[in-house]
């Protein structure tokens, strides 16, 4: 996490600059509070076969949308339940993944106004 006097780096896919993949980028970014919303909710009841599945989901779906970075950190959410590492690690991981889902922005760099989501 960065400290609050430091800015937050936004996080944007290279896909924005497609006219036939922006849409579904843009899509994505505004879904990503409910994705979010899911994983916490997974976490604080403790499935960690629903937070697994959501994990797993999102690391294919952040790949494919060009959100490089959220990608491993969702597949170490996810290899952290299978190997059953203890709930601290995985409640870490976790809170790694919310913070990068949180800086994913649609559009690309110089042109979009986006501010990271609070989650």
């Known amino acids: 996490m960065t400290a609050s006097n430091e800015p937050t780096e936004l996080l944007f896919s290279p896909l924005a600059d497609d006219p036939d993949l922006a849409e579904i980028v843009e899509l ?7 994705r979010v919303a899911k ?5 604080g009841a ?14 294919g779906a952040a790949g494919s949308y060009g959100f490089a970075r959220i990608s ?13 590492r203890p709930e601290d690690e995985i409640r ?3 809170e790694e993944l919310v913070e990068l889902c949180g800086r994913a922005c649609a559009g690309t760099a110089p042109q979009a106004a986006c501010s990271p989501s609070t989650t």
Not at 28 to 34: A, D, N, S, W
Not at 74 to 83: F, K, M, S, W, Y
Request: no cysteine; charged share 30%; proline share 5%.
């Open 28 to 34: 994505f970014v505004q879904e990503m509070p409910q």
């Open 39 to 43: 994983l916490t909710e997974r976490l």
């Open 46 to 59: 403790s499935d960690w076969e629903g937070l697994r599945r959501l994990a797993h989901q999102l690391k």
């Open 72 to 84: 491993p950190v969702a597949a170490r959410v996810e290899d952290d339940i299978l190997q059953s």
């Open 92 to 94: 870490r991981a976790v």
